[in-house]
């Protein structure tokens, strides 16, 4: 038989040493090469575990001259830091094994049905269990972190019933409601107040259930006030339940920055008509004026003549003028139009 060549360290808190050197025997029958530490009361387990954080594994005897029980578990549980512990006892007793594995304890076992197989697949499943439990733990701490502390509002919603889950600070600092309230809403609480109450839940169904979502929204905050928001949502399962995370972004701002580009397009139309209609109008008209002088006076004398010349050509010059702006202007808002 092939043995497992991993470099395991084992704690074994057993007060008899009988006990200690049959555990030790299991151990080596499957594992190359174990390192196995004994400490045969709970005082120099705890002082073992101070000056050593490194195990795998600890094999705890729940019947020691100084301690014993639930209190045992306890506090070897709080001194372990993490480190997965196999409970060993002489005495059978259903309850108080359902109690310990509650605790935390990640197996029990019974010292007269112990052989290496059954000592080794047990130690095997608490070490991988407690890894899978570690990475658990640290991927719902980087949720936490990227979520909490996320600069952008973010909430989850249960997408059956559109109550909020969880939200972060940013939204609770962007809408102005507590965590506490927010938890007690749903969605059409902040959106959707134009529509009719019947058609408010239809209104939000519609669009929430694709799986990748980017909408643009109008939000009301605990004040009243009106925001325009850029929402994205994608499915998420949370605490089990079918459910929605949403990032907000505020395009308020943005929105009215637009307006005030539209309406500054609007007035540069509007001066751009003025140039190429109402003021060539009446320049046309001065402009055939100064033909019928120009045509009808042949005894203009010499000096009418240039007066009449150069208001022609000024008119003329002005005329010029007012094209190249009607055709800058044309230019300028058919680019606008294509971006």
Known sequence: MRKDSK???FLVVEDNLGDFVLIEEYLTEYILDPRVIRADSFES????????????LIFLDLSLPDHSGEGLIRDTLQLSTGTPIVALTGFSDLDFSIRSLAMGVS?????????????????????????????LQDSEKRYSELFHL?????????????????????????????????LKMKLSDI???????????????SPLKHEIYINRKTHYTKSGQKIDVQIESAPIEFNGVDAKIVVVNDITDQIRHIATIEEQNKTF????????????SPLSRLMGLINLLDLKDSETSE?????????????????????????????????????
């Open 7 to 9: 470099p395991y360290n």
């Open 45 to 56: 387990a705890k002082q073992e575990l101070k000056a050593n954080k490194d195990y795998d």
């Open 107 to 135: 197996d029990y076992l019974l010292k007269d049905e112990l052989n290496s197989a059954f000592l080794y697949k047990s130690l095997i499943y608490a070490i991988e269990r407690n890894r899978y439990i570690e990475q």
């Open 150 to 182: 996320n600069p952008s509002p973010m909430w989850v919603f249960e997408r059956e019933t559109f109550q909020f889950l969880d939200v972060n600070d940013a939204a609770i600092k962007k809408y102005g409601f507590t965590e506490e309230e927010f």
């Open 191 to 205: 959106i959707c107040k134009d529509i009719p109450r019947t058609n408010v839940d239809k209104s939000i169904d």
């Open 269 to 280: 139309r509007e001066i751009a008509w003025i140039q190429s209609h109402v003021v060539r």
């Open 303 to 339: 000096e009418n003549l240039e007066l009449i010349n150069y208001i022609k050509n000024s008119a003329e010059d002005l005329d010029q003028i007012i094209r190249d702006i009607s055709k800058k202007s044309e230019s300028i808002l058919s680019d606008k139009s294509e971006n």
